[in-house]
């Protein structure tokens, strides 16, 4: 079964950019999706299929995979940004989606 | 516009049983395989059932496989999560989600999602 490791936190002053990783062994065998989530609100997606931006996404949002780790880039980090960003990969063999942990952004 | 509405949630005894429910709106409904993921306070996402578009297939969390079984009415599109033998850990707020692809197979991301219900599990 997959374990899709993320920082708990990650910290950045606006304007600069974020990066927020995904590990797994082979990631990039799999397609990565990236949730924002603020607190109190429901999960939105943001990337999918590692880099694909969902109607209404900032184009600030981008994503890679490669190796075993998959990465959201988050550019010219803005307040509004600063939420709860969650991985994601679908486990064909357990026919379930896995999510990392969880990472905090904290804009400074 | 495309919405899900979740409702069902409260305070159950363990061992007890909770039905929720996900009102769909603003997509076809029947074209989409459908998700529950619940998330348990300061906690991360965790998958807990599928549905395929059809319900012709389910699949279930290890955790709840069992005692949970969702289910779907699409001619009311409407998605359900009948929850038995309830437990602490089941404590959580508990989202519906769309699926994104129109595949048989219901894999992949979730392209919308509800506001939650929460699930309180104590004596």
């Known amino acids: 079964s997959y374990v899709l490791t993320q920082p708990p936190s990650v910290s950045v002053a606006p304007g600069q950019t974020a990066r927020i990783s995904c590990e797994e062994h082979?990631?990039?065998?799999?397609?990565v999706h990236w949730y924002q989530q603020r607190p109190g609100q429901a999960p939105i997606l943001v990337l999918y299929?590692?880099?694909v931006r969902p109607s209404g996404i900032a184009e600030r949002f981008s994503g890679s995979n490669s190796g075993n780790t998959a990465t959201l880039t988050i550019s010219r980090v803005e307040a509004g940004d600063e939420a709860d960003y969650h991985c994601?990969?679908?486990?064909?063999?357990?026919?379930?989606?896995?999510f990392g942990g969880g990472t905090k952004l904290t804009v400074l | 516009q495309m919405q899900l509405a979740e409702s069902g949630g409260g305070v159950g005894q363990p061992g007890t049983s909770l039905r929720l429910s996900c009102a769909a709106s603003?997509?076809?409904?029947?074209?989409?395989?459908m998700h529950w993921v619940r998330q348990a306070p300061g906690k991360g996402l965790e998958g807990v059932a599928v549905?395929?578009?059809?319900?012709?297939?389910?699949y279930y969390a290890d955790s709840v496989k069992g005692r949970f079984t969702i289910s779907r009415d699409n001619s009311k599109n409407t998605l359900y999560l009948q929850m038995n033998k309830l437990r602490a850990e089941d404590a959580a707020v508990y989202f519906c989600?769309?699926?994104?692809?129109?595949?048989?197979?219901?894999?992949?991301?979730?392209?919308?999602w509800g506001l939650g219900t929460t699930v309180t599990v104590s004596s």
């Open positions: 299929d590692d880099r």
């Open positions: 603003g997509f076809t409904f029947s074209n989409y395989g």
């Open positions: 994601q990969v679908w486990d064909s063999g357990r026919d379930q989606p896995v």
């Open positions: 989600a769309k699926g994104l692809t129109r595949g048989p197979y219901p894999a992949g991301a979730f392209d919308v």
């Open positions: 549905i395929s578009k059809d319900g012709s297939a389910e």
């Open positions: 082979n990631i990039e065998k799999k397609s």
